[in-house]
């Protein structure tokens, strides 16, 4: 078995490869969530100044990364590789801030368990010795995911009580070989999981299994302790895909009930956002981990956190094909 | 400086990851073209048994991936990562044939890059000790690419000259920590270039810049020799983006035109098979690294590549914003 492996799914990096500095932006309606303190910058408009509203998250992108490097001791010709991806055909978003950038890029798709990917091998780089200074970014946007995915936005098309809400936001990590903050200790990386769920509206179902088989292998991997966390987070699950994961994940024998968050269920005030199950989109555990959660590590408030971002897989080619939805969930596990 | 790095873009791997096996299939007018013999699986119909062109190109994922893993001495559960992508909206064929294979995915995209991309990344991940295992591969499919980047098969559109054929082609290299076979020695990965072509029926001439500045980045970086090499390939520049990257690279004082090919040139006989400026696809150079030079690398015939696939990074939505073509290349430099 190689050297930094730990079990069947999990490695244990030795050289604490460190989250240096983040960034976050989100739009508006993030912007008036219970989180909206945490976020570094809050959009006005959901445009950003552009012309569309992929060439604005194209932009959120391009600006976040900046923010998070400009926060390092770093510029960002000292960054050696950009990881990032977001949820548009082609990486639209990524591929464009990525050439205003003009650094090394190296694009990923993971639906949104995105940042827990790139965050996976952005740090992979720095522990492997091939980098001192990486960026893992991730991001969504409302509008530009719900024409892609589902209906034209001028539709006004109602939505089911199970759909989740897009986040328009977007985060940066920037993972550094030295330097001072949150440590990335281990590294458990998903399966594609399908369990038969064919609801594009109810992706919280389809997207849970793969949370628990990814965090059981996690815990079957390293024995670690769940009260040694502060806080187990997924993505974007929401409400009712939160309650199927910790009643499966019981039923393998780990209670999490007491460290557990979904990002998508803490962006948005439910009821008064009426963003129904919950927040999703890479976007959400990139702004909620690179602004809430880091935020937390850095002032010692919390201490040791796995974030598990979790994606649906399917395209609206295989969903017009009558298939049930893949999903994968990549965890990191985060400590000081 | 990270211990591995050899300059601004280039790195030096140190534990010698071996690519012991390949796969490679193909559709069958690839089949009927000048590399044939080097395939190791020709398709009789475009569909492979599916009921959709996606799912066809899924299938040929998953058995080149069950193929290369077989000709080597391991079994795919003791495959750690696959690290895999193709150009298919949220990676589609990928992302279910990952499912079937049950392994821990990294899904990745860089357009017709992405087999360069998918070897960067698994060799890295086994240099850096997380693994003894991993599996890189990449697809792309004439009938499912077509009617998604371009127009409905059914149309019977006319192509201009400057046009180049998707591959129907699939590859998958099975990279080791240890065994035999031909070794990646250092990786040069790209940023995104983009000099303003505006015309999808013409990626040669945007993609060949990005191809200049990887390849130019690698021999800066490295002071290496042009004539160690016994082959430079790119990927799918076709025979316009070709001669542009011999032209702009000789002005930047490199002269490549004794070792160079363009995968997509070799693998049809253009003027028979009337594909225009040659092949594209992620599925080009998959096809013809992981059959013809692969091959040829074992027997030693050949000890020194590059290969550098290419690829186009719009997006359809980008186009209709009249965006013009971003483009990236990544490098990879294999030696017995």
């Known amino acids: 078995m190689a050297k930094k492996r730990l079990g069947n799914q999990t490695i244990q990096l030795q050289n604490n490869p460190v989250i240096i500095s983040t960034g976050s932006i989100v ?5 008036e969530g219970p989180l909206k303190d945490y976020f570094d910058m809050i959009l006005k408009d959901d445009l950003f100044g552009e012309e569309s509203w992929e060439f604005g998250e194209s932009k ?56 827990s990917e790139s965050m996976s091998l952005a740090s992979m780089i720095v522990d492997g010795g091939f980098s001192d200074l990486v960026v ?32 328009t936001g977007t985060g940066a990590s920037v993972i550094s070989s030295k330097g001072e903050g949150p440590k990335i200790k281990r590294i458990t990386t998903g399966k594609v999981i399908d369990k038969g769920i064919t609801d594009v509206n109810n992706m919280g179902p389809a997207m849970a299994p793969a949370a628990v088989d990814t965090i059981k292998a996690y815990f079957d991997d ?26 499966f994940i019981n039923k393998e024998g780990y209670d999490l009930s007491s460290v557990y968050m979904d990002c ?42 796995m974030l598990v971002s979790t994606g649906a ?19 990191v596990i985060i400590e000081n």
């Open 27 to 31: 739009g508006p309606k993030e912007g």
């Open 60 to 115: 959120m992108v391009r600006e976040v990364i900046k923010m998070a490097v400009g926060k390092s001791d770093y510029v960002l010709n000292q960054v050696d590789y950009i990881v990032a991806g977001d949820l548009l055909n082609q990486l639209m978003s990524t591929s464009f801030a990525a050439r205003d950038l003009k650094r090394p890029f190296f694009g990923v798709y993971g639906a949104c368990s995105t940042m």
């Open 136 to 167: 893992a970014a991730t991001s969504s946007h409302f509008c530009t995911a719900e024409r892609q995915f589902r209906y034209p936005l001028e539709l006004g098309n109602q939505r089911p009580m199970t759909a989740q809400w897009t986040v």
């Open 222 to 247: 390293t024995k670690d302790d769940i009260d040694s966390f502060d806080i187990i987070a997924t993505g974007d699950l929401g409400i009712i895909g939160g309650e199927i994961l910790l009643d």
């Open 264 to 305: 998508g269920i803490e962006i948005f005030d439910h009821k008064k956002q009426d963003t129904h199950s919950g927040g999703s989109g890479c976007g959400c555990s990139a702004s909620v981990f690179n602004g809430y959660i880091y935020k937390k590590l850095k002032k010692k408030e919390i201490n040791k956190v």
């Open 313 to 331: 897989l399917m395209s609206p080619t295989s969903t017009l094909q009558k298939q049930s939805i893949p999903s994968i969930a990549h965890a």
